[in-house]
Nanobody, 123 residues
Framework: QVQLLESGGSMIQAGGNLRLSCSAS????????MAWFRRVPGKEFEFLGG???????KYADFVQGRFTISRDNAKSMVFLQLNSLKVGDTATYFC?????????????????WGTGTQVIVFA
């Protein structure tokens, strides 16, 4: 069974840091593009960034260096480091993957999705 499973979500005070993990199983994801999105109720998926199989990353402009994505292909894991969190970062965070190359910002381009992990940032 192909599965992406996020973890690491929590309630955290503004200004804090958090590391989210995504564990991939059921197929070889080592050559996939892995990306992170977030969503709040009533809104669309918001692209945060992604990482190619070789570690090359691409981020949404608004991330502005606060978030960092990395991957460990040997462990089939992808990570999202969230720094200097703001109340506005409150959302459910999802990892997603797509075969091939090219980090794309459209959620429709990603084939496999996790069920999300919730991050709540309070003032």
């Amino acid at each position: 069974q192909v599965q992406l499973l996020e973890s690491g979500g929590s309630m955290i005070q503004a200004g804090g840091n958090l590391r989210l993990s995504c564990s991939a199983s059921g197929r070889d994801f080592s050559r996939d593009v892995m990306a992170w999105f977030r969503r709040v109720p009533g809104k669309e998926f918001e692209f945060l960034g992604g990482v190619e199989w070789n570690g090359q990353t691409k981020y949404a402009d608004f991330v502005q260096g606060r978030f960092t994505i990395s991957r460990d292909n040997a462990k089939s894991m992808v990570f999202l480091q969230l720094n200097s969190l703001k109340v506005g970062d409150t959302a459910t965070y999802f990892c997603a993957s797509r075969p091939g190359t090219g980090v794309l910002s459209a959620s429709s381009q990603y084939f496999y999705w996790g069920t999300g992990t919730q991050v709540i940032v309070f003032a």
